[in-house]
């Protein structure tokens, strides 16, 4: 079946304003996105930040196709904050890039990363961690925005779900404002507030085969 394809702002600089694809019978957006990326591979560290929509209406990854969609790729809005859950490796330099402006002045960078040892002092292997997606995307995304609208500031978040090996990156936020302390408040606020107000949990698994489940990140 045969697909039109429209990328903007940021994504039509690394692919094309409109493309046209070929695709199977059966594929959904996320196919006609790989099949994208594949020949514009610049593409690909913005897949956890974008929108789809067919047909003119927002839409999600496994979505299927029909013969002539109409399907957009939409980097996050100008004013919107940057959130993403994601079950693969944070890309920490795409997500400043997000909030990269001349006035801001200030950028705060928080990564929370997958310790080998617990509170306790027993070795940990690897973290996992248990998320309501459909709750989580619209919790993370109220949360930046109540931090930009508070502090007038750009944040960009991203939680990890899935495992995480020891050592990787969990959780990063970055918040960027024109002065130092605006950018440190909203960061501060961010990761807190996702401590309290996200439905993820985190699961720790030990060297001795024995696991403990905690809520937070």
């Known amino acids: 079946m045969r697909i039109e394809v429209r990328c903007f702002a940021t994504l039509r600089e690394a692919a094309e304003a409109r493309s046209e ?6 594929a959904s957006i996320s196919d006609a996105w790989d099949a994208l990326a594949a020949g514009h591979p610049g593409l690909v560290p913005h897949r956890a930040y ?8 927002y839409a999600t990854w496994d979505t299927d ?8 790729f939409l980097p996050p809005v100008s004013g919107g904050a940057t959130t ?12 400043e890039r997000t909030v990269t402006d001349a006035g801001h ?3 705060v960078t928080f990564v929370g990363r997958a310790r080998n040892r617990a509170d306790d002092l027993r070795e940990v292997v ?6 309501y997606p459909e709750m989580a995307e619209s919790v993370l995304a109220e949360i930046a925005a109540e931090a930009e609208d508070r502090w ?29 302390a605006e950018a440190y408040e909203a960061n501060r606020f961010v990761i807190e507030a996702i401590k309290q107000r996200l439905p993820i949990w985190k699961r720790e698994r030990f060297a001795d085969g024995s696991e403990w489940k905690r809520p937070g990140a």
């Not at 694809?21 to 059966?26: I, K, Q, R, W």
């Not at 993403?84 to 890309?91: H, K, M, Y």
């Not at 960009?156 to 990063?172: D, L, N, Y």
């Open 21 to 26: 694809l070929t695709l199977p019978e059966g």
């Open 50 to 57: 974008v929108r789809a929509a067919r047909n003119g209406v």
């Open 65 to 72: 196709l029909a013969d002539d969609d109409m399907i957009a």
């Open 84 to 95: 993403a859950l994601v079950d693969t490796p944070i890309d920490l330099a795409a997500l």
């Open 105 to 107: 002045g200030a950028v």
């Open 126 to 131: 690897e973290l996992e961690y248990e998320v």
């Open 152 to 180: 007038s500031c750009a944040v960009a978040v991203v939680h990890r779900h899935g495992i995480v090996p020891i050592g990787e990156a969990a959780v990063a936020i970055f918040s960027a404002a024109p002065h130092r």
